[in-house]
């Protein structure tokens, strides 16, 4: 069992950045993958970013590729996920999630545990 928090979440102007963070229960958490998805109103839940159990391979959608980035410190059981540029189409409610699967998991169906999700808003 994995318990995950996310936190980092709010109101922001577009252009500029949040920082999302998720902390993990439990000492297996090197063992698995990380991602993040987000859900905004009315539209189903997509991959945003994930990274490997080591952190040495990451993924992007290609919607944020170049602005945001995945990080994980396994010391702290922690994934982050900087949002730099952003815009009003990255509102939504973020998740983290975790995958026992090896690489860098795209399809939410890899993933078995989910945070409750954290709500970023971007202004216009």
């Known amino acids: 069992q994995v318990q995950l928090v996310e936190s980092g979440g709010g109101l922001v102007q577009a252009g500029g950045s949040l920082r999302l963070s998720c902390a993990a229960s439990?000492?297996?958490?090197?063992?698995?993958?990380m991602g993040w998805f987000r859900q905004a109103p009315g539209k189903e839940r997509e991959f945003v970013a994930a990274?490997?159990?080591?952190?040495?391979?990451?993924s992007y959608a290609d919607s944020v590729k170049g602005r945001f980035t995945i990080s994980r410190d396994n010391a702290k059981n922690a994934v982050y996920l900087q949002m730099n540029s952003l815009k009003p189409e990255d509102t939504a409610i973020y998740y983290c999630?975790?995958?026992?699967?090896?690489?860098?998991?795209?399809?939410?169906?890899?993933?078995?545990?989910w945070g409750q999700g954290t709500q970023v808003t971007v202004s216009s």
């Open positions: 990274i490997s159990r080591s952190g040495g391979s990451t």
């Open positions: 999630a975790v995958s026992p699967r090896t690489g860098v998991p795209v399809y939410s169906n890899r993933y078995n545990y």
């Open positions: 439990g000492r297996t958490f090197r063992t698995y993958a």
